[in-house]
């Protein structure tokens, strides 16, 4: 079954500094693979998706991620950290008809 | 603000008591999901609908919870007979049949079971 992992429950950064949040896929290269954010109290919202066409891709709120096959993995990064950035990161990729998440990772922001 | 919407935000109840969630999917949407989200957690799927059918559940949908989507538009979930354990955040997501992979979420309902 399809699954992904998420490196480090927690995270800290100071403000400007280099945010990087890591996720690893399991087994066969997914056709899809998402980052979702949670602010406190809040939904999902979409950061970014992964479809295949091209392995870097560029989200909302100046994040991106890179699809590495042969690491199996599908790293969030951004270069500079903003305070407004704290929240839950979750990585998920689909799985017969659901959205399989990982265990999110929250990311603190230090001024 | 077109996107997908639940209702209530918070609920608290005490045991033993049913409760009701109501969400809302953005209008041309044909799939809405249903998830449960604790603490510390990402998000576990519940049930998804495609259009007015049911189509899939999962093993953490007790019998004691219920989910419709009347004319395949808005769904309810009904918990009934709720249990300390219910305590949740419930989750609703909708998808474009061309684009089911994409899910776009509700900002959730919180459920606490006294």
């Known amino acids: 079954a399809q699954s992904v992992t998420q490196l480090g429950s927690h995270v800290s950064v100071s403000e400007g500094a280099l945010v990087l949040l890591r996720c690893n896929y399991s087994?066969?290269?997914?056709?899809?693979l998402f980052w979702y954010v949670q602010y406190p109290n809040q939904g999902l919202q979409l950061l970014l998706k992964?479809?295949?066409?091209?392995?870097l891709v560029k989200g909302i709120n100046g994040f991106e991620a890179e699809f590495k096959k042969s690491e199996t993995s599908f790293h969030l990064t951004k270069p500079s950290a903003h305070m407004s950035d704290a929240a839950e990161y979750f990585c998920?990729?689909?799985?017969?008809?659901?959205?399989?998440f990982g265990a999110g990772t929250r990311l603190t922001v230090k001024p | 603000d077109t996107g997908v919407s639940q209702n209530p935000r918070h609920k608290i109840t005490k045991r033993g008591q049913n409760v009701t969630f109501r969400c809302d999917p953005i209008?041309?949407?044909?799939?809405l999901y249903w998830y449960r989200q604790t603490l510390g957690q990402g998000p576990e799927f519940l049930t998804y609908?495609?259009?007015?059918?049911?189509?899939?559940k999962s093993r953490l949908l007790s019998d004691r919870f219920s989910a419709e989507r009347p004319k395949g538009s808005f769904s309810t979930l009904e918990i009934q007979r709720t249990e300390q354990g219910d305590s949740a955040m419930y989750l609703c997501?909708?998808?474009?049949?061309?684009?089911?992979?994409?899910?776009?979420f509700g900002p959730g309902t919180r459920l606490l079971v006294l």
């Open positions: 998920a990729v689909p799985y017969n008809n659901d959205m399989r």
């Open positions: 209008s041309e949407h044909n799939r």
């Open positions: 992964y479809t295949s066409a091209a392995t």
């Open positions: 609908f495609q259009n007015e059918a049911q189509l899939e």
């Open positions: 997501a909708s998808s474009l049949m061309r684009d089911q992979e994409t899910q776009y």
């Open positions: 087994s066969s290269v997914p056709p899809y």
